[in-house]
DNA sequence: AACTTATCCAACCGCCGCTAC
DNA sequence: AGTAGCGGCGGTTGGATAAGT
């Protein structure tokens, strides 16, 4: 393996450890557990391995099709792919991508997947939100309407999930969008009063002038781009 | 049977954001 | 405001095993 393989009794130390003391705290894990073992190794293999329900074995066709799916939309972000797939683990999903979908997907075999499911629904083009880590200092963030959303209106970007709502100092979650699509626009895009209400329990409101929408109130904008395809 | 190559996946590494001080 | 410590994440590594020659 990468590094050292745990061994039952490691494993069974930590189990009862974690049994113990429960989760978090990993910091101390190893001095509890007796392990001689980092922090994130025993974090890695509770995770990973240990936590009960984890799901083993290869991955049924519908897991596969949503990965693809949710890769689209979030990219790289196993956590929260994982987090949509019940009983596998981040570490599982990134190594059966990059395994198996990275290498039988070509891009336009991706493309054409996507073509086929919520990319294109109803001319709005979905854009996979494949940003840098540092995307606000980067680019300025998108406080401003980018030149791309004005130059191409049919276009609703999903910002990065980092640059929404994580301080307190943040902007609310836009959406930039064109206002024809808007008003044209079949769910998701639900209309009253200028508002648009999901069923995600967000309340949106479209403001024409700047064109964009926006969030009044904070919700999990991971949830947003991960539930468009339950929209399909 | 022996060797080489490809594949799989558990574990490690380095970085990031958050929080407490 | 600056910093250290922490949890968490994604990328990468490398050993085991399967498949091919």
Redesign the pocket.
């Known amino acids: ?6 061994t039952e009794e490691e494993d069974h130390l930590l189990m009862r450890c974690i049994e113990q003391y429960g ?6 894990v190893p001095q509890l557990a007796g392990l001689n ?5 025993c ?3 509770w ?3 240990l936590r009960p329900n984890i799901k ?1 074995g ?1 991955f049924a066709e519908e897991e596969v099709d949503l990965i693809i799916k949710l890769h689209n939309l979030l990219g ?5 792919i994982a987090g949509r797939l019940p009983g596998r683990t ?3 999903v ?3 991508w ?3 979908l990275s ?1 039988k997907l070509d891009p336009q075999q991706i493309r054409n997947h996507e073509d086929n499911d919520l990319n294109t629904k109803d001319g709005i083009e979905i854009l996979s939100p494949s940003q840098p ?2 995307f ?1 200092a980067s680019s300025g963030g998108w406080t401003q309407p980018p030149t791309a959303a004005l130059e191409a209106p049919s276009s609703v970007h999903p910002p990065m999930p ?1 640059e929404i709502g ?2 307190p100092s943040s902007p609310p979650p836009m959406l930039y969008v064109d206002q024809d699509e808007f008003n044209n626009s079949n769910p998701p895009f639900f209309k009253e009063d200028g508002h648009v209400l999901g069923d995600l329990g967000m309340d949106l409101h479209f403001d024409g002038s700047a064109g964009l929408m926006q969030s009044s109130n904070q919700w999990d904008w991971d949830d947003l781009i991960s539930d468009m395809d339950l929209w399909g």
């Open positions: 393996m990468g590094g050292v393989a745990w989760e978090g705290k990993w910091h101390r073992r980092c922090r994130k190794s974090r890695l293999r995770l990973n391995y083993r290869s790289n972000r196993w956590s929260l981040a570490n599982d990134k190594n059966y990059n395994c198996h290498k880590r540092d606000a980092e994580t301080s």
